[in-house]
């Protein structure tokens, strides 16, 4: 599967993005889906995730309650909002895929798609 992000630029402290991720390639439904992030110099991290049948959902405490991210199957797409940013969330964000289980979303994606650039500014 092929993934696509955008939406991503410049914000404030305390401002708010979302991000988009378009699928193709294969079906979108059959797959979980979830968002990483990569600060400069640190390792790629998990941000959130959500399951095919979107009755799952999972994030890291660091974005608990000001993240959510959300899947349109009829679109192909998954979406992360970020609300309350704060300049630690400054990152390169990429989405992922993955069609074993939920958790193996988190830990070992099957595709990736290219980053998009997320800069808070304080």
């Known amino acids: 599967v092929q993934l696509q992000a955008s939406g991503g630029g410049l914000v404030q402290a305390g401002g708010s993005l979302r991000l988009s991720c378009a699928a193709s390639?294969?079906?979108?439904?059959?797959?979980?889906m979830g968002w990483f992030r990569q600060a400069l110099g640190k390792e790629r991290e998990f941000v959130g995730a959500?399951?095919?049948?979107?009755?799952?959902?999972d994030y890291a405490d660091s974005v608990k309650g000001r993240f959510t991210i959300s899947r349109d199957n009829a679109k192909n797409t998954v979406y992360l909002q970020m609300n309350s940013l704060k300049p630690e969330d400054t990152a390169v964000y990429y989405c992922?895929?993955?069609?074993?289980?939920?958790?193996?979303?988190?830990?070992?994606?099957?595709?990736w798609g290219q980053g998009t650039q997320v800069t808070v500014s304080s």
């Open positions: 959500i399951s095919w049948n979107y009755l799952n959902t």
């Open positions: 390639g294969r079906t979108f439904s059959n797959y979980d």
């Open positions: 992922a895929a993955a069609g074993g289980s939920f958790r193996s979303l988190k830990y070992k994606p099957d595709y």
